[in-house]
């Protein structure tokens, strides 16, 4: 690109040489190292460009693979048959679920024979695979006294330990004997797995189900946390979008230029780089100290995402009614309309792919916020069911996706930390949803003027 | 009545109002469209809107003030011998409550009569019991001035449920039969609806003002009685950060300095690894790269500002912290004693700030005019000195803002810090040990188990106060330096 004769620092040096005229082909040192400097900045920057590439991409591959075990569980599925005989004589027995234990042990220890297996184990080492079973199995019968004489298949789930053995988490290099599992359970683990005792299943309760305690990570799942979310972007939707709109409006279309509607600004642009956590506090105080609204309702979470979102959406209505031609308002004027009219039939309208694009982004943006719905009591453990109704769904206690993902990786246990991989997962399906309906609405109804 | 049907009563006091409205234009101008000054439509609107705004403004101003009134009476019926060691008022009104929803809501399931709810004197161990069996959940026995209590707050609750009915129905009532009565051919009908919705667009914006208004009075009032518990002083001073959650909080020590430190220690990393990374990526991608590439690696970029910062705190805590212990930890150069540590949170926050920085960059560095780089290139210099030389200099200002909107954003992260850096409050400069930030110790001081009004939980108020004003500061210095640094170009 650069003469490197015109360049200033070289000519006084080929004034000099003057009596061995140079080529402009062949470049001099100073060209050269200019050249080097050059690339070297221009690889600083591709590097730079790649460095953000590669963290997302770090990124990407810790959320798939730490996650996908989530939507896994590990079961061990059992056939057997309880005579009316056999289930009298347990419930004479003193040590009841026991006695049922036995009974579950015998049929696992059948089915092993049967193709071919024999390894040895007590009640001890099914109890650190499977659990507790026979209070399952009492309470079956009991409940269907039915089924007895009949074979009944009982799919109990698998410890978190033999559940963490069969998707990678834990090895037997790994596993230190314990009262939750020894290295010799593992033996008995395989024979399982490989008589298809023992199987890995698709998790439905993790996506549908409801937080669970802190010693059964197995059960945990987010569904009633989504529904908190669902809840709450409700709200956030149907006050943050008209609230949003009118005050746009009002700044775009009526404010006059005063120090009024400079304060109102200067406001919206502060109140959107104020932390999230100040409106955590915001909502703690005034909304359930003062206002004495119910304390983890995802009404109040919803409250308190609105006033976050409200500069989101204000700023990206008002680029999108700033965006509409003056033409439009001015035709609609000179046809007889009023001013609202203009606006409401004619500059509204044509904004409006816009600022549902905005609203959305918005959107996406309170529903992965964590911070502030911890301040008002929404927090994971709440979770534990799902609303009753409609209307109680907005003040029965609840928790968010975000908010239950922070409790399990607040729970310090690699069972949780897998739940809260999973969930992330499920979080961002939502997020990027939303984000491509945002995009394809832009590409499909935004127009250039 | 519940809020569900007496909102629906409104709408439809305003719907009736609305077709009665419009019937009586046409009827007045006898028929003929021509003769309204404004279209039937309007005239319809305008009752509409005088039954349904002034009731809805009553309803909710009502609400938001009712369990105001009904919670300082109560509170006010509560003797001093009610509120035993260790608890508080606030705690004892939480029973209170509690115990009058059980009692509403064993009513409500045909478990108790109206009236045992109402009057009940009798033993207070049966109702406690009676209150269990209707699967209400109540904590503690009952008492006599909790039950009394409850009882009052059942009664005042209810009576001031019946009379706001009355007054919103009334208001909707009144609204709509003045909006009739003006209703005529010549009222002008379209001009008084287009004022009401302006009123209604005004209030609408006035709502941004109200937030910061009540996050102003929020923060101001919780610390100045936290300031009455616990001296000013001691706060902003105080090297030592140890809060005691046992009893009133009476022994804690609630110095900020620390909290600050390892704030300001964490930001500064995040801005060591954003700042370079996301200003060459800029640079980068507005000067050097073509449109494909820019095309693709823009919005790639953005997503990692798209994500939730739960997923970066995630990042931090179980694959950051990990990597770096796995390094500095004892198998490696034996500097680090745990996961979480300011390098962990500092190293993913700055991966989340890169396209904050990158892309306020970018637009930066495109608004300084075309004529500038064509001026240097007309002279020799080469893409790289244009960009250090002139492009630079001339977007400084600029991308000063974009930085302190950065560590802004930084300082009042919270989520990343909670996960990876760790809860131990300590001055320290060895940046893989613990340390922990204001926003994280607001977490826990208002969600652990303290008492609202002990200074335990009160002096996340006073943390939220500092936060709010430093990130404020820095926010309206950033503004004004980006806005005068627009102008100069436009």
Redesign the interface.
């Given at each position: 690109?650069?003469?490197t004769t015109?360049?200033?620092e070289t000519s006084p040096a080929a004034a000099g040489d003057a009596a061995k005229p140079k080529s402009l082909y062949a470049l001099d040192d100073l060209t050269r190292k200019?050249?080097a400097?050059?690339k070297?900045?221009?690889y600083?920057?591709?590097?730079?460009?790649l460095?953000?590439?590669f963290?997302?991409v770090?990124?990407a591959t810790?959320?798939i693979s730490?996650g996908i075990p989530a939507f896994t569980r590990t079961i061990v599925e059992v056939e057997f048959t309880l005579t009316q005989e056999q289930y009298d004589a347990a419930e004479k027995e003193l040590f009841k679920t026991k006695a049922y234990e036995q009974f579950f042990i015998n049929a696992l220890q059948g089915q092993l024979e049967e193709s071919g297996m024999s390894v040895p184990f007590d009640a001890k080492a099914i109890e650190r695979i499977v659990g507790k079973t026979g209070g399952t199995i009492r309470e079956y019968f009991k409940a269907n006294p039915g089924a007895l004489g009949a074979p009944a298949a009982f799919e109990l789930a698998a410890s978190s330990r033999v559940d963490g053995y069969s998707n990678g988490r834990v090895t037997r290099e790994t596993l230190t004997d314990s009262r939750f599992l020894e290295k010799s359970d593992l033996d008995i683990v395989d024979a399982l797995v490989e008589t298809g005792i023992i199987k890995t299943v698709f998790n439905w309760n993790f996506i549908t189900g409801a937080d669970s305690g802190v010693d059964n990570p197995g059960g945990a799942g987010i569904g009633a946390s989504v529904v908190g979310s669902f809840f709450m972007m409700l709200v956030v939707l149907f006050l943050s979008l008209?609230?949003?709109v009118?005050?746009s409006?009002?700044?775009e279309e009526?404010?006059p230029q005063n120090r009024f509607t400079d304060?109102?600004e200067v406001?919206?642009?502060?109140?959107a780089?104020?932390?999230?956590?100040?409106?955590?506090?915001?909502g703690?105080?005034?909304f359930i100290?003062?206002?004495?609204l119910p304390q983890s309702a995802p009404l109040v979470g919803g409250l308190v995402l609105t006033?976050m979102t409200?500069?989101t959406i204000?700023i990206s209505t008002r680029a999108s009614l700033k965006a509409v031609p003056p033409s439009i308002r001015d035709a609609a004027l000179g046809v007889g309309a009023?001013?609202?009219q203009s606006i409401f039939h004619h500059v509204l309208p044509l904004a409006m792919p816009g600022i549902l694009t905005g609203t959305i982004i918005g959107l996406?943006?309170a529903?992965?916020?964590?911070?502030p719905l911890?301040?008002i009591?929404m927090?994971g453990f709440v979770a534990r069911g799902y609303p009753d109704g409609f209307?109680t769904g907005f003040i029965e206690p609840n928790s968010a996706m975000?908010a239950q993902?922070?409790t399990w990786?607040?729970r310090a246990d690699y069972a949780f930390?897998e739940k809260?991989?999973g969930g992330?997962i499920i979080?961002?399906v939502f997020?990027l949803t939303m984000?491509i309906l945002a995009v394809i609405l832009r590409r499909r109804f935004e127009r250039r003027w | 009545m519940s809020l569900?049907w007496l909102v629906v009563i409104v709408l439809a006091i305003a719907l009736v109002g609305y077709i009665a409205g419009r019937a009586r234009a046409l009827a007045s101008a006898g028929g003929d469209m021509r003769d309204l000054h404004s279209l039937p439509v309007y005239y319809g609107a305008n009752v509409a809107m005088k039954a349904a705004v002034p009731a809805f403004l009553i309803l909710v101003l009502w609400l938001?003030v009712q369990?105001?009134v009904v919670?300082s009476n109560i509170s006010g019926m509560i003797p001093e011998s009610a509120v035993g060691d260790g608890s508080s008022l606030g705690l004892v009104m939480a029973e209170v409550?509690r115990t009058a929803e059980g009692l509403e809501n064993a009513v409500a399931s045909g478990q108790m009569t109206d009236d045992f709810a109402r009057n009940a004197r009798t033993d207070f161990n049966d109702i406690t019991t009676r209150l269990k069996d209707a699967g209400q959940i109540v904590t503690s026995q009952i008492t006599q001035p909790i039950m009394r209590a409850a009882q009052a707050y059942r009664i005042m609750v209810s009576n001031g449920n019946f009379y706001m009915s009355i007054v919103v129905l009334l208001a909707a009532i009144a609204g709509a039969l003045w909006g009739v009565r003006e209703t005529s051919a010549e009222f002008r009908a379209?001009n008084t609806v287009?004022r009401g919705?302006?009123v209604?667009?005004?209030s609408?914006?006035?709502?941004?003002?109200l937030?910061?208004l009540?996050?102003v009075l929020?923060?101001v009032?919780?610390t100045v009685e936290f300031f009455r518990l616990y001296p000013a002083m001691d706060f902003f001073f105080g090297l030592t950060w140890s809060p005691s959650f046992s009893g009133r909080g009476g022994s804690s020590e609630l110095g900020i300095l620390p909290l600050l430190w390892g704030t300001f220690y964490i930001s500064f990393v995040a801005l060591a690894v954003a700042v370079?990374?996301?200003?060459?990526?800029a640079?980068?991608?507005s000067?050097?790269?073509s449109p494909r590439v820019r095309a693709v690696?823009k919005p790639?970029?953005e997503?990692?500002a798209?994500?939730?910062?739960?997923?970066y705190?995630?990042?931090a805590?179980?694959?950051v912290g990990p990597m770096l212990l796995s390094v500095f930890g004892d198998n490696g150069l034996g500097i680090m004693k745990a996961g979480t540590a300011v390098m962990t949170a500092g190293l993913v926050m700055g991966?989340m700030l890169?396209?904050f920085v990158?892309s306020l960059s970018d637009d930066i560095i495109n608004a300084v005019p075309q004529a500038m780089r064509d001026g240097s290139?007309g002279l020799?210099?080469?893409?790289?000195?244009t960009?250090?030389q002139v492009i630079l200099p001339a977007a400084l200002p600029g991308i000063v803002g974009a930085i302190l909107?950065a560590a802004?954003?930084a300082?009042?992260?919270?989520?990343i810090v909670?996960?990876g850096a760790g809860a131990a409050a300590r001055l320290s400069l060895n940046p893989f040990e613990a340390m922990t930030t204001v926003?994280a110790k607001?977490?826990s001081q208002?969600?652990g188990d303290a008492d609202?009004a002990s200074p335990v939980a009160l002096v996340?108020?006073a943390l939220?106060m500092t936060?709010?004003v430093v990130?404020?500061g820095l926010?309206?210095v950033a503004?004004y330096i980006v806005r005068k640094y627009r102008e100069q170009y436009d």
């Open positions: 690109m650069t003469d015109l360049s200033p200019r050249n400097s050059e070297r900045f221009k600083y920057g591709l590097g730079a460009v460095i953000g590439l963290f997302l770090v990124l810790a959320i730490e008209p609230i949003g009118a005050a409006i009002y700044l009526f404010a304060m109102i406001n919206i642009s502060n109140l780089a104020v932390p999230s956590i100040v409106f955590g506090i915001l703690l105080a005034v100290q003062f206002m004495h006033l409200l500069p204000i009023s001013k609202m996406a943006q529903l992965g916020e964590t911070a911890l301040l009591g927090v209307i975000p993902i922070y990786a607040a930390y809260a991989w992330i979080l961002l997020l984000n | 569900f938001l369990p105001f919670h409550r379209r287009e919705i302006q209604i667009l005004f609408a914006a006035l709502i941004a003002v937030t910061t009540g996050i929020s923060l009032f919780n370079p990374v996301g200003l060459f990526a640079v980068y991608l000067e050097y790269a690696a790639m970029l997503i990692l798209g994500i939730p910062t739960i997923v705190g995630l990042f805590l179980l694959t991966i890169i396209p990158s290139y020799g210099a080469t893409k790289s000195e960009v250090k909107l802004s954003r300082i009042g992260e919270t989520m909670v996960l926003t607001i977490v208002l969600t609202f996340a108020f939220g936060l709010f990130t404020l926010n309206i503004l």
